[in-house]
């Protein structure tokens, strides 16, 4: 239905429209009329029209000022202007009001109607856009909350890239380059530091997490997880790696009171723990304070800053560089890590004179690099491995000596992580390439290659293609086309037979495959001899 206000002081008139309209449309409009200048912009105000046909000249308020008032409460009525006055000053007013149609009176009837269309088709547009936004939304209503999830359990176990966490953050709209992580534990009642009826209470959290989610982000800019038992992750990015106290104040109030609110509507109890800010890589590190947290007091809420449970290093003590240092360690990045570890030496060597010092934290590193190597690298753990790191460190008189030392270890871890994966990979795609050459004459899958190497057929896929620059179908057909070859050129075999004898259970298949890698079919290059 359209609704349709006519505007004009001559009865007349808004008879005459009345009638051509009802005429013309049918029941597919509802029209309601005014006579001056305030009951159209009354009228205006209680029926909403979707189309307003306005007299310039009416007692009171003028027609130009009228929609200027209905404006400025209905963005969406359309306007088609009717005047006795074919005015420039009128028109260009018109115009800056987005009017449809200017019309001069008297109206001719097809003027009207063609009007009306026009602004029915505008309409309706606009109403099939407006679904599609919504329906856009509605659809994003349902995608978001798996994306925000997504990027929580990525950074919770760690098992991202540094691309994936920027293509989720690209995805969420977030800016920041800091964050917070804030655990949201539920139960029946609070009992000293823990939460009652944790299974329990996890059902019934799951049961109102979109209202839990939703009273979340009404306290918090945030991003929030699954309900995983009965704990829900929540990440909140944040301008700064670090919180001032009045702002942690703050938070925490807000979040007290978010407890209190959510207790009252849900029939739960919650804690919340609060996380320091970090860089979003560090997220892991920022939930497991926020949980931390929620052990060391029997508060509602908790926040790390507020208690003595972590580490705090003296003075300008290079924190991130070393986390830096050991994040490129455990990737392989050798140039990287060794240009970390110079910088941290050069930290060293600047700040502290006690050589006993500098040996037992180069030593701490050394082993916790090998230790990242050990788990990473696939190596084999041998306990007196390392039984001359000691002395060799004690006798070193030089710094000099400990630089060389220190950065050739961690050169070696880092090597140790490199080769151990490509020796693997190798090791991996050399049994791969024994069994396709062993079995190409039977019909043979990618599952049944990575079944017998024991890896998963996607990432044998991956590995494959990296190491041989061929993916499993173009090696297996290499392989038994070169064998074809060879049994036509030497043999005389049927080219049944050979089709068998290379896996193929299909002459004509066989033979479509050959004629595209050789270019010949197998009967012409038998009879040409591989000339």
């Not at 919504?134 to 929580?152: A, D, F, M, Q, Y």
């Not at 059902?203 to 939703?214: D, L, N, T």
């Not at 997880?225 to 109030?253: C, F, H, Q």
């Not at 089709?499 to 040409?528: A, I, L, Q």
């Amino acid at each position: 239905m359209y609704k349709i206000m006519l505007a004009d002081d001559e009865g007349i008139v808004i008879d005459s429209l009345k009638f051509i309209i009802e005429k013309e449309f049918g029941d597919i409009c509802i029209i309601e009329y005014a006579k001056t200048g305030r009951s159209v912009i009354e009228l205006a105000e209680s029926f909403r029209p979707d189309i307003a046909i306005m007299d310039i000249q009416m007692p009171g308020i003028n027609g130009i000022d009228a929609m200027k008032e209905i404006r400025q409460t209905n963005s969406s009525t359309v306007f088609i202007v009717m005047s006795a006055y074919d005015k420039f000053d009128y028109a260009k007013e018109a115009i800056k009001l987005g009017v449809l149609e200017y019309i001069t009176k008297p109206m001719e009837k097809t003027k009207i109607i063609t009007a009306l269309q026009k602004a029915m088709e505008m309409i309706d547009r606009e109403k099939e856009k407006r679904s599609n936004e919504l329906l856009v939304k509605e659809k994003l209503e349902t995608v978001v909350p798996i994306i925000e999830s997504g990027l929580i359990y990525n950074i919770l176990l760690q098992e991202h890239f540094v691309e994936d966490i920027e293509n989720y953050k690209s995805i969420l709209g977030i800016k920041q380059k800091y964050a917070y992580m804030i655990a949201v534990v539920c139960g029946d009642e609070q009992d000293g530091n823990h939460m009652t009826n944790a299974v329990g209470s996890g059902v019934k959290m799951q049961k109102h997490y979109q209202e839990v989610r939703e009273s979340l982000k009404e306290c918090f800019q945030c991003i929030v997880g699954t309900v995983l038992a009965n704990k829900l992750a929540v990440l909140v990015p944040y301008e700064r790696d670090s919180m001032d106290y009045n702002e942690r104040i703050e938070l925490i109030e807000k979040a007290r009171e978010l407890t209190r609110r959510m207790r009252k509507r849900l029939d739960i109890s919650f804690r919340i723990g609060i996380g320091g800010a970090k860089e979003f890589h560090e997220m892991s590190e920022s939930y497991s304070e926020a949980l931390n947290a929620l052990v060391a007091t029997t508060g509602s809420v908790a926040h790390v800053d507020d208690l003595p449970i972590r580490c705090e290093y003296a003075g300008d003590y290079p924190i991130k560089l070393e986390k830096k240092l050991f994040a490129e360690i455990e990737n392989g990045e050798m140039n990287n890590a060794v240009a970390s570890a110079r910088s941290f030496f050069d930290w060293m060597e600047e700040n502290h004179s006690n050589l006993m010092d500098i040996r037992l934290k180069i030593l701490e590193f050394v082993l916790w690099a090998e230790h990242i190597a050990y788990e990473k690298g696939g190596m084999t753990y041998q306990l007196n491995a390392r039984a001359d790191y000691l002395p060799e460190i004690i006798d070193m008189t030089e710094i000099s000596q400990m630089r060389k030392w220190f950065v050739e270890k961690i050169m070696e871890a880092c090597q140790n992580i490199l080769s151990k994966r490509t020796e693997k990979s190798n090791s991996i795609i050399g049994m791969a390439k024994d069994y396709i050459r062993g079995n190409y004459n039977r019909d043979i899958s990618l599952d049944d290659v990575s079944r017998a190497v024991n890896i998963s057929p996607y990432y044998f896929s991956k590995i494959f293609k990296e190491n041989t620059g061929e993916n499993f179908i173009e090696y297996l057909t290499n392989i038994r086309i070169d064998k074809a070859k060879e049994l036509l050129g030497t043999t005389e075999y049927s080219m049944k037979e050979i089709c068998s004898m290379v896996g193929y259970s299909d002459p004509n298949y066989f033979s479509r495959s050959f004629k595209k890698n050789v270019g010949v079919t197998p009967t012409e290059y038998k009879e040409g001899r591989g000339r």
